[in-house]
């Protein structure tokens, strides 16, 4: 067993770890931070996407201890400060970019990390990037919608969610 | 103008809130103080007999709990079937044993062979890896056909092949069927497969098994869509367990889309284990366990014939399908192919006699069940597709010929048994037409063309039937559970409502849906309604959610609970207005009476059922809380035309969908936000059908396809934006919403047309290609094309 540190949504954590521990389980076995989702087990699905020092990672494809010092953000941090849904996970909820909402922490995940390398993606770049992230419930039609709307795009000639 | 809220509105879902900030509670992030993990040896081959099963080294290792075999399953029930089909000849179906752990043999990859509970997943990993598992492979049977040849192996040996059975439907019209295809002026005949699925949820199936021991009560939480069918199959055919002793708890759930309908193997176990163990036992899929445990999809090989007479009038249908039912009997296996298959071969279309042949054939793979749409996408394939090659061997319009043989009456009794009650699918198509500008088409083939693309248009058309039902029906069929569902409206003092359903949401939003209903029914606020599901121990005996039938069923079953709330909340409104019950009126969440100034509002109705103080106690007890019971006398039967229009890259045989429009029948709509979601959803699985997924096996039943490396699974560059209307509204006639359901319809609708256009796109540059089976990954569209 190893100690490892991060700091969590700005918040300090350690905990006790095995070498083979990923940081999927860590966040979600440890922290209890149980909204970041594991749904396969090749690092193919994106369910558990987080940020590790402003990038998006898969967090089942890095060991905990390799976040050791490392800035982690997950879908529990995302919230503005008052607890009101960000302008990303409004938009998820305005144009219906979510069902069962398993891969959702994952999405909004990865879409606050392609917004932040291109504030207005075209359609084709939103479908692009979401290569890794998988989906089943919504046909991704409502995804893209919300994703080019919480870039401040008019989506209003994108057919009806 | 659209409205804010009730019936009709485009509410926003209320369960986002949790699911967008990560607050969900979903089965894997239960964890009970003191659980244990369990971790399942699955065989590794298709078939073949145990001959050595050694847990010793295992049961030494760190951390290990206890290690169980199939030996300790052995005074133990087995899996149960719920759905006995009677075959042609009046027998009763082959149903094998289907064991918690397999014992003596195993019959497919990824059977469960032995489970360790350890204190760790990784510790119980570890320690499976120490089991000394001897398995004598034997010959596999994969093929369906070669399956049910003289000599071939059997997948269980005290059956008398492996033939589950052979269904005709209907039966006395095989002789008159016959006859007409004898005199019948054309005969178009299609072979084709209906690739086998996974419905793959993106959340993983869970079981986590709980034991009070000073209470003997067992609680099961599971990723299930009918946590109630669970407790009944468990607790009375496998483990024994009265249903007063038992819960079963499907919080939030990840997705289902059939395949979390069926009750299996390891919430057996983990209630099992937990009680054996007395400690909590948690198991969690993975991935690749989920490919070789959760039961598959479709698996359907089938010859379809139409008849047509000298005037393009559909004569007759014909079909033989093979249909795979994997290993064992899942759930509700039998039924797919046959009640909820062969009744709809009659589609959107007047055709005077149908008959259907099914033969359901065991295979040393994983069993087969219903996946979103289950039965019906297999009927709608074959007749569209068949009808597409009919119109091009007769050099007519496929448009045309479909409109030519549309019913156009309703009520239409068809001949595969079933009665749409209504439906307008000339207003369908005449929508599609205009929505998808199939006459603009031609020009953007040519824009295509002259970018070296070839462009291709698919129509079809669907029906299906949801909320299947009447449960004495079904019951003749062979259904061994009822088709009803169940509601408890609980109104509190302060005129807040819970409402019990037994239906299950599992990304359907009924949490949001089906308070739009009260709301407009009461004329309250929706907020002021809250929906409790999946948990037995709070909800009414109900049937839970598949078949597109929680808002038909569920939501009637609702209606009826609020309208025998609203009848006593009249009386007690009678009673504090001093007027008569007739001349109540309940308008915006309060009551008056008609022609007068005096009202009272619902809250203080509710206030006073609950403090009974000026109340007519001699007439009416307090308290206000209903439940219904709902069984439809009917099925639903949604219906619609579906557009596809694709790019075929000649030189790579690449497929990409360029425009898909969707117009469907669904009745009337609560939520027009969520039943478009709904479309989309099914849509995407059906292109994904079409175009990329197989769930494939080699011939010695090594599943090829166990991960999402192999399996294709539709990604959001894979598909474009979809045009969806719904707004051709028939509605149903027998259920008090006057809905059908949409669930389903995406995934039913939409292969047959990106077939269609596909060949269309090939046969415009004059390639001789009528068929091509799915998925049309490059490599078979390319092969088509050579």
Not at chain 2, 80 to 106: F, I, N, S, Y
């Amino acid at each position: 067993m190893a100690q490892v540190s991060m700091t969590v949504n700005g918040k300090a954590a350690s905990g006790d770890v095995e070498g083979r521990t990923l940081l999927s389980s860590f966040l979600r076995d440890s922290l209890d931070l149980t909204g970041t989702h594991v749904g396969c087990d090749t690092s193919q699905c994106g369910a558990c996407v987080v940020h590790v020092n402003g990038e998006a990672v898969k967090a089942c494809t890095m060991l905990a201890v390799e976040a050791q010092g490392a800035e982690v953000a997950t879908i529990e941090g995302m919230a503005n400060p008052d607890g009101s849904l960000n302008v990303i996970q409004q938009a998820f909820q305005d144009h219906h970019g979510l069902q069962c909402g398993f891969c959702t922490p994952g999405m909004v995940m990865s879409a606050a990390a392609l917004l932040k390398e291109n504030p207005k993606p075209t359609e084709a770049e939103v479908r692009e990037y979401l290569e890794g992230n998988i989906c089943r419930c919504t046909g991704y039609h409502n995804i893209v919608k919300a994703i080019m709307a919480a870039s401040g795009q008019d989506v209003s000639s994108i057919a009806a969610e | 103008m659209p409205k804010d809220s009730g019936i009709g509105a485009s509410s926003k879902r209320r369960e986002d809130i949790r699911f967008l900030t990560g607050a969900g509670n979903y089965t894997d992030d239960i964890n009970i103080r003191g659980q244990a993990h369990v971790y399942f040896l699955r065989s590794d081959v298709a078939h073949g007999t145990i001959a050595k099963i050694d847990t010793s080294a295992a049961e030494g290792m760190p951390g290990v709990v206890r290690v169980f075999t199939g030996a300790d399953f052995e005074a133990i029930g087995g899996m149960p079937c719920g759905w006995q089909v009677t075959d042609r000849h009046g027998q009763p179906m082959q149903e094998p044993k289907h064991p918690v752990l397999a014992h003596v043999k195993v019959r497919h990859v990824g059977e469960p062979v032995a489970a360790v509970v350890a204190e760790t997943l990784e510790q119980a990993r570890d320690a499976a890896e120490a089991i000394d598992l001897e398995i004598n492979a034997l010959p596999a049977v994969v093929d369906m056909k070669s399956a049910v040849t003289d000599g071939a192996p059997k997948v269980h040996d005290d059956l008398t092949s492996n033939l589950c059975y052979d269904w005709g439907f209907v039966e006395e019209n095989r002789e008159a069927v016959n006859e007409a295809f004898d005199k019948a002026a054309h005969v178009t005949t299609l072979e084709l497969v209906n690739n086998r699925l996974v419905a793959n949820p993106m959340e993983p199936r869970v079981a986590v098994g709980d034991y009070a021991r000073g209470t003997d009560e067992h609680t099961l939480y599971t990723t299930s869509q009918n946590p109630h069918v669970i407790r009944l199959l468990m607790g009375a055919f496998v483990l024994g367990i009265p249903e007063h002793k038992l819960r079963v708890v499907a919080p939030d759930v990840g997705g289902g889309f059939g395949t979390k309908i069926f009750h299996y193997q390891e919430e057996a176990f983990c209630t099992f284990a937990a009680k054996a163990c007395n400690r909590p036992v948690k198991w969690t899929s993975s991935r690749t366990e989920a490919f070789m445990s959760d039961a598959h999809g479709r698996d359907h090989v089938t010859k379809i014939e139409l008849a047509l007479d000298a005037d393009n009038n559909f004569a007759a249908i014909r079909t033989e399908t093979f249909a795979n039912m994997g290993a064992y009997l899942s759930t509700f296996a039998p039924s797919v192919p046959t009640w909820l298959h062969g009744t709809l071969m009659a589609g959107n279309y007047k055709t005077p006699l149908i008959y259907v042949n099914v033969k359901a054939v065991f295979t040393n793979t994983v069993p087969v069940d219903a996946y979103r749409g289950a039965g019906r996408p297999e009927a709608t394939f074959q007749l569209e597709r068949v009808i597409d090659k009919a119109a091009r061997e007769l050099g007519v319009d496929p448009i045309a010929l479909r409109r030519q043989n549309f019913v156009t009456e309703f009520p239409y009794a068809t001949p595969v048994a079933v009665e749409y009650d209504t439906g307008d699918y000339v207003a369908t198509m005449d929508k599609l037409e205009e929505m998808a500008d199939l006459s603009g088409f031609d020009a953007r083939r040519k824009e295509s063309e002259a970018r070296g693309k070839l462009r291709g248009l698919g129509v079809n058309c669907y029906i299906e039937a949801c909320g299947i039902a009447p449960s004495n029906l079904v019951g003749q069929l062979g259904a061994r559970a009822g088709l009803y569902e169940s509601a408890t409206v609980r109104v509190n003092a302060t005129g807040g409502l819970v409402v019990m359903t037994g239906s299950h949401s599992h990304g359907q939003g009924h949490e949001t849906a089906f308070p739009q209903v009260i709301a407009e029914m009461i004329g309250i606020d929706e907020s002021m309604i809250e929906i409790v599901h999946g948990d037995t121990a709070n909800t009414p005996m109900g049937m839970g959610t598949y078949g597109s039938r929680s808002l038909a069923v569920g939501g009637s079953a609702m209606v009826r609970a609020t309208e025998k709330i609203i009848a006593k909340a009249t009386k007690i409104a009678s009673h504090l207005l001093e007027a008569s019950e007739s001349d109540i009126e309940l308008k915006d969440g309060a009551f008056s009476v008609a022609g007068t100034d005096k009202s009272v509002a619902w809250g203080d109705v509710t206030l006073a059922a609950y403090v009974p103080h000026n109340y007519p106690l001699e007439d009416l007890e307090p308290g206000l809380e209903e439940t219904a019971f709902y069984d439809p006398s009917n099925f639903t039967y949604p219906s619609g035309a579906y557009a596809c229009e694709v790019e075929v890259d000649p030189d790579t045989g690449k497929v990409s969908i360029e425009a898909f429009t969707a117009v469907d029948d669904f009745g009337n709509v609560v939520n027009p936000m969520i039943v478009t979601g709904q479309v989309h959803g099914g849509i995407a699985q059906g292109i994904g059908q079409a175009l990329l997924e197989n769930c494939a096996y080699d011939e010695n039943g090594q599943l090829l396809s166990a991960s999402y490396m192999d399996y294709a699974m539709p990604r959001a560059d894979d598909l474009p934006m979809f045009a969806v209307d719904h707004s051709c509204q028939t509605p149903c006639t027998h259920n008090p919403l006057g809905v059908k359901g949409c669930g389903e319809a995406g995934a039913i609708g939409s292969p047959p047309s990106v077939v269609n256009a596909v060949v269309d796109a090939l046969q415009s540059a004059g390639k001789d290609v009528t068929h091509i089976d799915m998925p049309l990954s490059p490599a078979r569209v390319w092969a088509a094309m050579q």
